[in-house]
């Protein structure tokens, strides 16, 4: 149980990634909210966690929007009193609507860093006062192999993952005297829906070349993403701030032949 006691946010819970790190979250006995803004999922990952055992409460969030945050904080400080580590794991990929700039909507760019990168101020801005509170924790940013590399056609969504990197530094100076840890996991190849509608179910994508630069040779699964939150959320990484952690078996780091 390394994360008994603990009190922990997860945005976008409710499938893919932050699904399966409130699984784990849940089975190392963690209290988790499921901040999702699917009505439909988050019941589904609520209902999923307490058959298995586990604490968890779904609350309807939609973490771009400041009042939603701040009510999930309320509601958060309600049931248990507490945070002890926030995960900002929501996040859109809009396929073929993102975009190169000059042929990116000015809708689609304030959507996008409205979900990406907004959230991430928000949760941290109305979440680290109840953090604080409860005597330290940890925060646990999403990047993306677009926040190490160049990866065209997507230049709201490759904005908002640089952005992410940069806050995480910077965060991890500003708190960690306050006994906030905080890091970044940059995940890539993850078998989602996100990953489906963004590449493999795009009859664009070379899988050929994807699978041929990926060193191990396959797509990763959320619950490997799910391992390595669960470390940094425990006392295990104690000494582990600011750190941007790849997590893509390698992708990023091949070179391309
Ligand atoms: N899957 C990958 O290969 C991959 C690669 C790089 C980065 N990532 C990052 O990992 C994270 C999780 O990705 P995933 O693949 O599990 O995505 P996903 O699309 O499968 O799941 C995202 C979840 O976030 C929820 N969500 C969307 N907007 C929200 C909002 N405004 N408020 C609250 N919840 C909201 C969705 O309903 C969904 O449940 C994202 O930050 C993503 O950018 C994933």
């Not at 330290?136 to 926040?147: M, Y």
């Amino acid at each position: 149980m390394r994360l008994e006691n603990k009190t922990a946010i997860i945005t976008g819970a409710g499938r893919g990634i932050g699904l399966a790190g409130a699984q784990a979250f849940a089975r190392e006995g963690a209290r988790v909210v499921i901040a999702e803004i699917d009505e439909e999922l988050g019941r589904a990952a609520e209902a999923k966690i307490q058959t298995n055992g586990g604490e968890a409460a779904f609350v309807q969030t939609d973490c771009s929007d400041s009042g939603s945050v701040q009510a999930l904080m309320a509601r958060t400080h309600e049931l248990y009193g507490a945070l002890h580590v926030l995960y900002n794991n929501a996040s859109v990929f809009l396929n073929k609507i993102d975009g190169p700039v000059t042929e990116l909507a000015e809708e689609t760019w304030a959507k996008v860093l409205a979900v990406n990168l907004d959230s991430i101020f928000l949760c941290c801005k109305y979440g680290i006062p109840l953090m604080v509170e409860s005597g330290g924790g940890v925060i646990i940013n999403t990047g993306s192999s677009a926040s190490v590399m160049g990866i065209p056609g997507c230049d709201a969504y490759t904005a908002t993952k640089g952005a992410t990197v940069s806050l995480t530094r910077s965060m991890a100076v500003e708190y960690g005297k306050q006994g906030i840890r905080v890091n970044c996991i940059c995940p890539a190849g993850i078998a989602t829906e996100m990953v489906k509608a963004s590449s493999i179910d795009d009859p664009d994508f070379d899988a050929d070349f994807f699978f041929q630069r990926a060193p191990l040779g396959r797509l990763g699964t959320p619950e490997e993403i799910a391992n390595l939150a669960v470390f940094l959320a425990s006392d295990e990484s104690s000494y582990i701030n600011g750190a941007i952690l790849r997590a893509d078996g390698g992708t990023t780091v091949t070179p391309i032949s």
